[in-house]
């Protein structure tokens, strides 16, 4: 059926289901029509269970998806392969309500009985694809910053260190641009003119007894 000009083959399953058991290997032109499109799955167990049918809701999603490539079109022969023909048939009804009328389940899927692998085609290692966040979920750029609360205790906790080799010492460290203390003087240094009260008097004294009259005519 692929060797059709206008027949696709889908590959839904997991990107895990894939790297364990390997993708087809179609020879020549023939890998062009092999879409690789994942099964959705919701992960959100308090979501799942908020859901009527989630199976039904991850089956519409995934029929979405295969109904949105430009590959393909209402005319176009889908044959849809999971892994052992248990989604592809839901997916299948989703895409007939859709007005896809020429929409094929593979047989056995990928690993079943009567499936690719059990009818010895080809089969070829899946490319790795490195995941650094779950599905759903992105990764912030934006710097982690600690809380205020944290910078306290730990600004508390290296003062706190002690002064043994290979610590942290507590002793205060002297900030460049401050003014150093002003130097103590001492008392008996001090070059401050003593009082007036206090100074020498002259070796000159004065009595205060009357001077007395010369005899001397």
Not at 91 to 97: D, M, P, Q, T
């Amino acid at each position: 059926m692929l060797n059709e000009g206008n027949a696709v083959l889908v590959d839904i399953r997991t990107q895990a289901e894939k790297e364990v058991g390997g993708v087809p290997d179609l020879p020549g032109s023939l890998s062009k029509r092999c879409s690789e499109v994942e099964f959705i799955t919701i992960e959100d167990r308090k979501l799942r269970g908020m859901l009527r049918d989630p199976r039904a809701v991850e089956a519409t999603a995934t029929a979405l998806q295969i109904a949105s490539l430009r590959s393909v079109s209402q005319g176009t022969s889908i044959v849809l392969m999971d892994r052992n023909c248990a989604s592809s048939q839901q997916v299948a009804k989703e895409l007939g309500r859709k007005g896809f009328t020429k929409v094929f389940v593979m047989s056995g899927g990928f690993d079943g009985r009567t499936g690719w692998v059990q009818t010895k085609l080809a089969v070829k290692p899946a490319a790795t694809r490195l995941s650094f966040a779950p599905p759903g979920k992105t990764i912030s750029t934006r710097p982690m910053l600690p809380a205020p609360r944290f910078v306290a205790e730990l600004v508390e906790r290296v003062g706190s260190m002690s002064t043994r080799p290979g610590s942290v010492s507590n002793k205060p460290k002297t900030v460049s641009g401050s003014k150093p203390p002003p130097p103590t003087r001492s008392k008996s240094a001090s070059t401050k003119p003593a009082p007036a009260a206090q100074r020498t008097a002259s070796s000159r004294t004065v009595s205060n007894k009357p001077a007395r009259k010369s005899d001397r005519p």
